[in-house]
């Protein structure tokens, strides 16, 4: 059975009231789930970073480890050639291994340098290691206080949310599907998450411009959809000023 207009508007302002709730539940908790989220990928950022430092530490370390194994090799190839040389025959090949211990004594010479530089390396990145340890362990002190905070509220609004998001499924099923849309769309759009307003003091609830007498008393007929012409919300009816009553003036009494 196809719904009425007063019946749509209903089921669609139905579930505003609800979601106003959950934002208003979602507002306490402030900008903490997205402070939470912010310095959960800054200490990710930090772990990264800190894997490759132990990386590159680990790279020096092999380095240097190989240039040792060098240094050791050219050492025993010196033993060999100061053996040579003391049995040559000629200044030939006495100049040949002469050369060829200069250039072992190169090597080492080099290797020394190398392992100098890597080991300097290492120290700096050992130190940038304990430094960012340290700012590492001071975000997870301030990601676990604003965890803890955050955790504190929900668990405060925890059962009321669960209920009205329950309450929420139910509401949207009772929602025309093509207005649903529409109004997930202008919620979307819409700074205070208002798609569907009340006229309240012949203004727009949602963007407090004026609504015309004719417009308002075609929005109270309930008879087709009306949205502001200003801000393109949903116009669910028109809410009827209270005047209060007037004091009862009390008669003086005349002295006789």
Avoid: W
Avoid at 232 to 255: Q, Y
């Amino acid at each position: 059975m196809e719904s009425t207009v007063a019946q749509k508007l209903e089921a669609i302002h139905n579930l505003q009231l609800l979601d106003s709730r959950l934002d208003a539940i979602l507002k306490v908790r402030g900008a903490l789930p997205e402070e939470v989220q912010d310095l959960e990928d800054e200490i990710a950022g930090y772990n990264t970073r800190l894997e490759k430092f132990k990386f590159e530490i680990d790279s020096f370390d092999d380095e240097v480890k190989a240039l040792k194994e060098s240094i050791k090799d050219s050492e025993k190839l010196i033993k060999k050639y100061q053996e040579q040389q003391m049995n040559v025959r000629n200044n030939r090949e006495y100049d040949a291994i002469t050369k060829e211990l200069e250039l072992q004594d190169l090597e080492i010479q080099v290797a020394k340098k190398k392992i100098a530089e890597a080991g300097a390396r290492i120290e700096q990145k050992k130190v940038d290691l304990e430094e960012l340890t340290a700012i590492m362990k001071d975000r997870q002190k301030d990601l676990d206080q604003k965890n803890n905070e955050l955790s504190t509220i929900i668990s405060e609004s925890e059962s009321e949310e669960a209920k009205i998001n329950n309450d929420r499924v139910k509401a949207t099923k009772k929602v025309d599907e093509r207005l649903l849309k529409s109004y997930e769309k202008i919620r979307e759009n819409a700074k205070n998450g208002l798609a569907v307003v009340m006229v309240k003091r012949g203004a727009c609830g949602g963007c407090f411009n004026t609504v015309p007498p004719q417009r308002q008393a075609d929005i109270r007929e309930k008879k087709k959809l009306i949205v502001c012409e200003h801000c393109g919300r949903i116009l669910a009816g028109v809410e009827d000023e209270i005047t209060p009553e007037a004091p009862v003036k009390k008669k003086r009494t005349t002295k006789a």
